[in-house]
């Protein structure tokens, strides 16, 4: 499979290139040159598929020959070596748990298959790969513990003073080895202009071969295709075959998968973007208005995004057709007041914890189908972290609710290191200059 620059459609460039540019020199995304429909056959027999064979599957119809069957059924199984449940809630309200992976959050999805296909592309005797990446949270453990330890390749994560979680900070600034942590004085949305400056430096090119692990990169978009697949499999096991997908959005990588499942043949008849207040899209869906702000801290901090970076894929998805985008998606966006009654809510009603970004999946979803009665059609809301991450904003009595995982225990052993920065730019590449 070849693939463009959402702002050449005509340019070209192998998947290796892609994964390792990370961005086009012109700034736009990676896209593949062709979408494959996957044959009705294997999408109406999904639910006799595991969860690594859909995967396989899936990646192999995107990628065509780039990595050989074998060498690419290896990398899945090695990356994809978790589960992703859905749990029925009530009548036609699942939840689509994928936080069972290393770093407790569905990022790991994407941060795992990345360095894995990486580590595979990196040939003997090439440079040190540089892997940059901006975290609001969840970002930079699942891509630190993605590519702790792969020789050859060092990670350096930016992540937003004091608008991380503990539990956050502690799987950034833990790893040591390949791994090191800037603590930047500014927002999400700061670290990832520093990340996207770096990237357009002539000197810091010359010096490094840096690439992006952000959700930009296109090796972190495919495998989280896999668990749309995957989900509806569960569904029709349960002999259902209608689908409304509720997804809590903020770089919108996500649900951008999602219509990128759909456009392969998955049969969903609604997605749902579900946002906090920083609520670019829902207003743009509102409005035909795209006007990108500044981002606003939110106790779902890992969806402070004001200028989602994934939208121009999402765009291009449906460049001829903007009225069928604003027909599938629907976009709500919630407070932080409404986050935590959403939390009780959950908490009263299922005897389930949810974190905030999955709370918001939840409430819009529950606000969908109230305004669109749909008989048989299964809403699932994806649960992007485990709620032990974010254990500040629940009542002691959630909290005490709670299961922590081991790994979280052995963090909390550890101690913190990291460097502090602001977020000027010069700042940010004198540290990577001086820093080999
Ligand atoms: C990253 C993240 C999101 C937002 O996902 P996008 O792909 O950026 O839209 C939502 N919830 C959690 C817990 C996250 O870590």
């Keep these: 499979m070849k693939f463009y620059s ?31 429909r ?62 069972h992976g290393p ?24 440079k040190q790969l540089d892997v940059l990446v901006a975290t609001s949270g969840d970002t930079g453990g699942a891509v630190a513990l993605g590519f702790l330890g792969v020789p050859n390749t060092r990670v350096t994560i930016l992540y937003p003073k004091g608008k991380v979680s503990d539990i956050q900070e502690l799987q950034l600034t833990t790893n040591g080895q390949n791994i090191r942590a800037l603590e930047i004085d500014g927002t999400f949305d700061d670290c990832q202009a520093l990340v996207k400056q ?20 296109i090796a972190r978009l495919i495998p989280q295709t896999f668990y749309y697949f995957n989900a509806y499999a569960q569904l029709l096991k349960l002999g259902i075959n209608k689908v409304v997908f509720s997804v809590p959005s903020g770089n919108f990588g996500n649900i951008g998968a999602g219509l990128l499942a759909w456009k392969m043949g998955l049969p969903v008849e609604q997605f749902i973007a579900a946002t ?75 005897n389930y914890v949810v974190c905030p970004h999955t709370a918001i999946a939840w409430k819009a979803l529950k606000t969908y189908q109230q305004d669109n009665k749909a008989a048989d059609t299964a809403g699932i809301f994806l649960s ?10 629940f009542s002691k009595e959630i909290a005490d609710h709670i299961e922590v995982p081991a790994q979280v225990k052995e963090l909390q052993a550890k101690a913190k290191q990291s460097v502090a920065l602001g977020k000027d730019f010069e700042g940010f590449k004198d540290y990577l200059l001086s820093n080999n």
């Design 198 to 217: 770096a990237f357009t430096d002539d000197e810091l090119n010359e010096k490094y071969r840096l690439t992006s692990a952000n959700s930009i990169n």
């Design 276 to 350: 906090n207040v920083n609520d670019t899209v829902p207003q743009f869906l509102k409005s035909g208005v795209y006007q990108p702000k500044p981002s606003v801290a939110t106790l779902s901090n890992a969806m402070d995004v004001g200028n989602p970076s994934n939208w121009v894929r999402i765009a291009d998805l449906f460049k001829e057709d903007m009225d069928q985008l604003k027909k599938l998606i629907t976009g709500y966006s919630f407070d932080d007041e409404e986050t935590v009654k959403a939390i009780n809510k959950v908490y009263k009603d299922y």
């Design 384 to 393: 992007t972290a485990h709620p032990c991450k974010f254990p500040d904003v």
């Design 38 to 99: 996957l044959d009705d056959k294997f999408i109406n027999n999904l639910d006799s598929y595991t969860l690594p064979e859909i995967a396989f599957h899936v990646a192999q119809n995107l990628l065509g020959d780039d990595i050989p069957a074998d060498d690419l059924k290896a990398i899945i199984n090695d990356a994809i070596n978790f589960y992703a449940p859905i749990v029925k809630l009530e009548k036609e309200v699942y939840v689509l748990e994928l936080f």
């Design 6 to 36: 959402t702002n050449n459609t005509s340019s070209r460039v192998s998947f290796k290139d892609a994964v390792f540019n990370s961005m086009p020199q012109d700034k736009g995304l990676y896209m593949p040159v062709t979408i494959p």
């Design 103 to 126: 770093s407790l959050a569905f990022k790991d999805f994407g941060a795992r298959f990345m360095s894995r296909v990486m580590s595979y592309f990196l040939e003997k005797g090439e």
